[in-house]
Nanobody
Framework: QVQLVESGGGLVQAGGSLRLSCAAS????????MGWFRQAPGKEREFVAA????????YYVDSVKGRFTISRDNAKNTVYLQMNSLKPEDTAVYYC???????????????WGQGTQVTVSS
């Protein structure tokens, strides 16, 4: 019984930055691994980043390493995705997700937000 609501998406110019937020409610936020996925038209949903329950471990897909940073503020029940040096290929709907098992495979994520559109212009 976790609800996730993303915000912060929008239109940005290539090379710019954007910060996505995901507000969680329901069960204790700190008990869950949190992550971000994205899906572009005609493509499969892909893993982007994840952060452990404590925030001590983070994981990124190779294509965003060095550009994106995931973080969480358990006191605010919020996870963030700071996206820097954005590229047109980053254009996608970004989804916040949570799981209780700590396994990063897509099928293991228990809760999903509705997504927020990120569009990066050339």
């Amino acid at each position: 019984q976790v609800q996730l609501v993303e915000s912060g998406g929008g239109l940005v110019q290539a090379g710019g930055s954007l910060r996505l937020s995901c507000a969680a409610s329901g069960r204790t936020f700190s008990n869950y691994m949190m992550g971000w996925f994205r899906q572009a038209p005609g493509k499969e949903r892909e893993f982007v980043a994840a952060i452990s329950w404590s925030g001590g471990s983070t994981y990124y897909v190779d294509s965003v390493k060095g550009r994106f940073t995931i973080s969480r503020d358990n006191a605010k029940n919020t996870v963030y995705l700071q996206m820097n040096s954005l590229k047109p290929e980053d254009t996608a709907v970004y989804y916040c997700a949570a799981n209780t098992n700590g396994i990063l495979r897509l099928g293991m994520w228990d809760y999903w937000g509705q997504g927020t559109q990120v569009t990066v212009s050339s």
